[in-house]
């Protein structure tokens, strides 16, 4: 039970080279071990003791499950009987990980009548056994996929391509029993609309191990067309080539995608007649309406000479405000069928922005006065903007518009034109007006939009405002923010980026936030 020779059995006489062997090597009697090597203590290290060792120290590490194997290994050895040239078993020293082991009799010695000695190898196989057991699992893995698959596999011999092995997917998609199959070269099968496909993947493999997303088309089940992304892998097993066809149906897929093409493109044939059709009619109300406001604005002002009684100019006046006000939502929607029609026509140039603010600004004047408003501005004057000045004057008349109409009278509208930290430009309107909610302002940029509450309900207008707002920013390259809180007022802030800013050297650059 130890290194050297305990009793009277002479220990081997080979100890120095036995040390130096890369495997383990014990000599034991039937009860007891009497020599070991390096390589056995270093295997074993059970419990963390390496000498003494005994053989029931060494059966104590034998996976429980595998020791009736030691053991009749073990009795069949020193009785003479039959056994095994090896076994393989499973040790766990200590609370170390499991080790597969392999141990066969190397040499038997001891005359009749004296005590036996074994002389046994021990070798560790359990990188074998691992790698085994993982390419078992991998194979069962790969048999799993290709019987559940939903895609069609097909498995040939190359360079011939008979088949080897089909999934049920293949079976069922093209009405074939297995026998009809197996043995076939995979051009003869009579499915693929193209019967040269299969030669070609094998061409294009020998270049690349693999292919993939190849579209063909096939004739299934009945006769019937469908259209497939076919991949191929080159396999290599025992010397030999395989090639493994993975198809997958995609008829559905195509077919969504076109009905979605077409009902995409006659939305936007739609959408376009639409739009033409409101520009055209637009054009066609504004001609007689603006010949309306000019007999009206004559009969009002009486150029020609008294009317008469008052009431005639009252209904002139009234004629003219409200012809006025059908003008501008006929304007409105002529623009945004414009915009939506892709003929919104733009000059742009570069443009000094703040007589086109103030501009607007004496045009909003008269009406904040009238709803007890105060109007303050605070105009960069130096700055130059690349714009289309009409677009641009639209913007600001729009939003200086809706901040005085849903501002309650003693609130404030204020107009800002200040360059931003970045290099770009903020135009921003501001009010203490009623506000929106986030639910609010969603219904607000939608064109046609109307808040629904009862400062809004008292005021005229097509709802049109944001959105034209929101599509004159985009022509212009500029970003349309707006914030709003009800009961507290609305800012909205058109952003113009630096490379449409000309501004004079030495100027400061205020926060984008303003």
């Known amino acids: 039970m130890f290194e050297e020779q305990p009793r009277n059995i002479s220990a081997p006489s080979s100890h120095d080279i036995l040390n130096d062997l890369l495997v ?37 590490s034998v996976v429980p499950e595998d020791l009736a194997l030691v053991e009749t290994f073990r009795k069949k050895v020193f009785s003479d009987g039959q056994f095994p040239d090896k076994i393989e078993f499973r ?18 010695d001891g005359e009749q009548g004296q005590e036996k000695q074994a002389t046994l190898i021990l070798e560790d196989i359990t990188r074998e056994k691992t790698a085994t057991g993982e390419q078992a699992w991998t194979d069962n893995l790969f048999k799993t996929v290709f019987r559940i698959s939903q895609d069609f596999m097909i498995l040939s011999r190359l ?23 197996i ?33 063909a088309s096939v004739r299934v089940r009945g006769g019937v067309m469908r259209h ?11 010397g030999d080539e395989y090639l493994l066809l993975i198809g997958r149906d995609i008829t559905d897929e195509l077919t969504q995608a076109q009905e979605l093409k077409r009902s995409r493109d006659s939305a936007d044939l739609a959408n376009r007649a639409k739009s033409e059709f409101l520009a055209n009619m637009s054009h066609e109300l504004r001609t007689p309406l603006n010949a309306i406001l000019g007999f009206a604005e004559i009969l009002r002002d009486e150029i020609f000479g008294p009317i008469g009684s008052d009431r005639y100019k009252d209904y002139a006046s009234d004629i003219y405000n409200s012809g006025s006000h059908l003008l501008e939502i006929i304007n409105d929607i002529l623009d945004l069928s414009k915009v939506e029609a892709g003929r919104m026509d ?40 690349e714009a289309d000045e009409r677009l ?59 808040i629904d509450n009862a400062l809004s309900r008292s005021q005229e207008g097509s709802g049109l405002g944001l959105p034209l707002v929101s599509s004159f920013a985009e022509r ?26 000309r501004a004079p050297q030495g100027s400061t650059n205020e926060s984008d936030e303003i």
């Open 346 to 385: 733009t000059q742009i140039r570069w443009i000094e922005p703040q007589e086109a603010i103030e501009s607007c600004l004496s045009f909003i004047h008269q009406r904040a006065l009238q709803g007890g408003l105060v109007l303050t501005s605070d105009i960069d004057e130096d700055m130059e903007l």
């Open 392 to 450: 641009f004057k639209q913007i600001c008349l729009n939003l200086m518009s809706n901040a005085v109409k849903f501002t309650e009278p003693g609130g404030e509208v204020s107009v800002r034109l200040k360059p931003s930290a970045s290099g770009g430009a903020i135009l921003c309107v501001q009010d203490t007006g009623i506000g929106m909610t986030p639910e609010e302002l969603k219904i607000a940029k939608r064109p046609f939009g109307q």
């Open 24 to 60: 383990a090597v014990i000599v034991c009697t039937e009860q007891e071990i009497v020599y070991y090597n390096q390589s056995f203590k270093d295997f074993t290290a059970i419990g963390g003791k390496q000498v003494p060792l005994s053989l029931e120290d060494l059966y104590k």
């Open 476 to 501: 212009l390259k500029a970003t349309f923010v707006i914030d709003s809180t009800p009961g507290q007022g609305t800012r909205v802030s058109i952003m113009f980026p630096p490379d449409k800013v």
């Open 91 to 108: 040790i766990q020293p200590s609370s170390a990980e499991i080790k597969w082991c392999k141990l066969s009799l190397n040499k038997l």
């Open 183 to 215: 043995g076939k070269a995979t051009h003869e099968l009579g499915v693929w609309a193209e019967p040269m496909l299969v030669q070609r993947f094998i061409e294009e493999l020998k270049m690349s191990s693999f292919i993939s997303d190849v579209p």
């Open 228 to 238: 497939i992304n076919l991949s191929a892998q080159k396999l290599e097993q025992g």
């Open 159 to 181: 360079p011939a391509t008979d088949i080897v092995s089909v999934n049920p997917t293949f079976l069922n998609l093209f009405g074939l029993r297995r026998d009809q199959v």
